[in-house]
């Protein structure tokens, strides 16, 4: 069974901390993505990777960076967390990007 | 870059009855349209996906309808039930190391 797991469920940071999110695969999937899920604005593309070592932007990438150090893992850093962060995080992996891609359950950021 | 409009954004059918949410998008290099629905508490799963060089794809009560020259995909459901209530988000994907995007999401409520 395909499996993507995000390492938190919820998570509560306070503004300015350093919040890493992380995200493993087992289905050894080249691509992997990260988007926001917010209310009314739908899955927002906020960097994705499709090899170790590569990352490209999405359509909002500001105040986020990635790492893909290992085909199976792919982590979203809120360098300097703010407010306007708390969302709804989703991570994806697909063997590639015109291929089914098996969704995380999500990790729910509070910034306070 | 990828744009892809969806409506409604909710829609209401009483059990029983067809339900058709739509997409358009605006790269016409675009090749894959998969649809995923999003229950409450989850990530979105895979229900159907579609490329270019079909015109129509069923499974069951679900089928797809892709309309290459109007940019037009469309997702129908039949006979619809409780358990059909959820998200559905569109999506489109130019080709293998690209990105995905997604529509804004319709809610679907299935009335008794």
């Known amino acids: 069974d395909v499996k993507v797991t995000q390492s938190s469920r919820y998570l509560v940071k306070r503004t300015g901390e350093k919040v890493f999110l992380e995200c493993v695969q087992d289905?050894?999937?080249?691509?992997m993505f990260w988007y926001r899920q917010d209310p009314g604005l739908g899955l927002r593309l906020i960097y994705f990777?499709?090899?170790?070592?590569?990352?490209e932007k999405g359509d909002i990438p500001e105040g986020y960076s990635v790492s893909r150090e290992k085909k199976e893992r792919f982590s979203l850093i809120l360098e300097s967390a703010s407010t306007n962060q708390t969302s709804m995080y989703l991570c994806?992996?697909?063997?590639?990007?015109?291929?089914?891609?098996?969704f995380g359950q999500g990790t729910r950021l509070t910034v306070v | 870059g990828e744009n892809v409009e969806q409506h409604p954004s909710t829609l209401s059918v009483q059990e029983g009855d067809s339900a058709v949410i739509k997409c358009t998008y605006s790269?016409?290099?675009?090749?894959?349209f998969p649809w995923y629905k999003q229950e409450l508490g989850k990530g979105p799963q895979l229900i159907i996906d579609?490329?270019?060089?079909?015109g129509e794809k069923k499974d069951q009560r679900i089928a797809v309808t892709l309309n290459k020259t109007a940019k037009h995909f469309s997702l129908h459901i039949t006979e619809t039930q409780p358990e059909d209530s959820a998200v559905y988000f569109c999506?489109?994907?130019?080709?293998?190391?690209?990105?995905?995007?997604f529509g804004k999401g319709t809610r679907l409520h299935i009335l008794p």
């Open positions: 990777s499709y090899d170790v070592k590569m990352k």
């Open positions: 999506a489109a994907s130019i080709g293998r190391d690209d990105k995905i995007i």
């Open positions: 994806a992996s697909s063997l590639y990007s015109d291929t089914e891609a098996f």
């Open positions: 790269d016409s290099a675009s090749n894959y």
């Open positions: 579609i490329r270019s060089n079909v």
């Open positions: 289905m050894d999937h080249e691509n």
